[in-house]
């Protein structure tokens, strides 16, 4: 089973914790954020931490929360913790009053075709933030 725990990333044991993870799931590429803006979750295997996400308040979206980063280390992959981190996300984002949650992703199908089922849809922003090539997702919160 998987246990998912919402983490407090100025504590250093969760920031390394964090960091191994990002550098295991994304290793390079991608420059790892910084851990202690926003609000961050680690999914443990047992004991074991085995994915991470992470929610800042977007720059670009108003009134939203940003999906920064959501990894899952490949032998956890298919259990349906991209998913589940992602539900988490969004829940945080309703306390905080967000009414959006926005996020993008650059060539990975996966993360893309799990924002559809949990019903983001595809926007164009008014300024792009990413590469030329990135898909750009929302999701109103209600």
């Given at each position: 089973?998987?246990r998912?725990?919402?983490?407090?990333?100025g504590?250093?044991?969760?920031?390394?914790?964090?960091d191994?993870?990002?550098q295991?799931?994304?290793?390079?590429?991608?420059?790892?954020?910084?851990?202690e803006?926003g609000?961050?979750?680690i999914?443990f295997?047992?004991?074991?931490?085995v994915?991470?996400?992470g929610?800042?308040?977007?720059?670009?979206v108003?009134?939203?929360?940003?999906?920064?980063?959501?990894?899952v280390?490949a032998?956890?992959?298919?259990?349906?913790?991209?998913?589940r981190?992602?539900?988490?996300?969004?829940?945080?984002?309703?306390?905080?009053?967000?009414?959006?949650?926005?996020?993008?992703?650059?060539?990975?199908r996966?993360?893309?075709?799990?924002?559809?089922?949990?019903g983001y849809?595809l926007?164009?922003p008014?300024?792009?933030?990413?590469?030329?090539?990135t898909?750009?997702?929302?999701?109103?919160?209600?």
């Amino acid at each position: 089973m998987y246990r998912i725990r919402e983490v407090d990333a100025g504590d250093d044991e969760y920031a390394d914790t964090l960091d191994e993870l990002h550098q295991l799931t994304f290793r390079d590429g991608a420059r790892p954020p910084d851990f202690e803006q926003g609000h961050w979750w680690i999914a443990f295997h047992r004991a074991e931490p085995v994915a991470f996400a992470g929610v800042v308040p977007s720059t670009h979206v108003a009134n939203a929360g940003y999906l920064c980063r959501v990894g899952v280390v490949a032998q956890h992959c298919g259990h349906g913790l991209q998913m589940r981190l992602t539900r988490a996300v969004e829940v945080r984002a309703r306390r905080v009053g967000w009414s959006t949650v926005v996020s993008d992703t650059t060539d990975n199908r996966i993360s893309a075709n799990n924002f559809i089922r949990l019903g983001y849809r595809l926007f164009e922003p008014a300024s792009p933030w990413a590469w030329p090539h990135t898909l750009y997702w929302r999701r109103e919160l209600t």
